[in-house]
């Protein structure tokens, strides 16, 4: 984008004697320049914004746009800076006494907020989604007290930075983060958050770190406890655990009341962790993803019975992600393993570093099945998945199977499998062998995989329909 002089002017022209502008929408040029210099003076010096309302601004490389000349309006009551690269915003902001609505979402540069923040008593909304490197909230966070929206919470251990300031935060909805929760200084200070009193929030997603992607110590400073004095309310959908160096659950994670309306959980990066949250029989869940546990042996304990168990009634998509131990699905109340059970509504499932499971429940609902570095899952043990449509296979080290190329399952679209040296063969036994009738995409890796292909398709065994995409790879004659 090029600004002529003569375009400045036009620009100019066109707001000559606006002096009650209500609502003013600005994208500035993606890169520095004359013209980002040139459009700053036109604003700060020609446009009067004393009657501003609301503002959006995305100066992605200019943020000294920034500054307390063009914000300084006492009416303005709607601030958008999403996506912005600032690094801290003018103390000015804290003059802004009718601000309602502050978005910040995506400023990744952002590292704290003016100091004097607890003066916007009107603020209703603060937006704070993908500010990862917000290192603290300002002091005495508490006055802020007309809250409803509040995205993110980073706990610091300085005086009016401390979880307490959410006591008084009491109206709040939709979605609350709280970061830094290893910082919380005792259970008394994670009590008074009243998290069980905030009825309107839905969304609560815990980190113990400043990121998702922190790793708990070797050194257990009383989490257990700390999250037991986080117990929010019975009405959550949505529940997030990241980074917690606790080795159980909390005792109200073992309700099954505290699970009655929640529809996705998410636990990652617990590595001392041996259970999860009572949710297998939770009549609403519908989304379950567990990564990096590395203590996790079983995804339920005390199933006992000898007639097939539903868990999980409403579980549609399952992700299990670098969970090395990971070896049964169920046990009963003596450890052992208890096979006769069903996920009963399971569409997807993902299995990746899973190293110990070696077989699938029976999962009549099931799509699709992504298994990689599954060293003890056979492809032979997937074959009562009747109703797979999409398999994403990469066998483990186990390379003394062989594995013919024979379709087990109704009508696959979508076939992508992986096998060590000499595992895939094509089938000897042709009545055995049902047709591709529904495929449109197949890739095999392995030595013999082009042999298994020709068996497929030349051999009269495959009836497709329409053309399908096709990928051969590590190809050995």
Sequence with gaps: MQISEGELKQISGSFKGTTSLRTLLMELPLYRGLEVLELRSFFLERLKLRSLRGLWCHCRYDSSIITSHLINTKHLRYLDLSRSNIHRLPDSICALYNLQSLRLNGCSYLKCLPEGMANLRKLNHLYLLGCDRLKRMPPNFSLLNNLLTLTTFVVDTDAGRGIEELKQLRYLTN??????????KSTSNAKEANLHQKQELSILRLFWGCMSSY????????EEEMLESLKPHSKLKILDLYGYGGSKASVWMRDPQMFRCLKRLIIERCPRCKDIPTVWLSASLEYLSLSYMTSLISLCKNIDGNTPVQLF??????ILFVLPNLERWAENSEGENNDVIIFPELESLELKSCMKISSVPESPALKRLEALGCHSLSIFSLSHLTSLSDLYYKAGDIDSMRMPLDPCWASPVSLDVSSPANM????ED?????????????TLRGSNCFLAMCSLFFAGTAKVGRPISLRLGEIKF
């Design 424 to 427: 895939m063969v094509p089938l």
């Design 430 to 442: 042709k009545k055995s062998r049902r047709p591709f009738e529904a495929l449109r995409s197949l």
């Design 313 to 318: 009634p409403k579980l549609k998509e399952l």
């Design 175 to 184: 979605m609350l983060g709280l970061y830094n929760l290893r910082k919380i």
């Design 215 to 222: 790793m708990p110590g070797d050194k257990d400073n009383n």
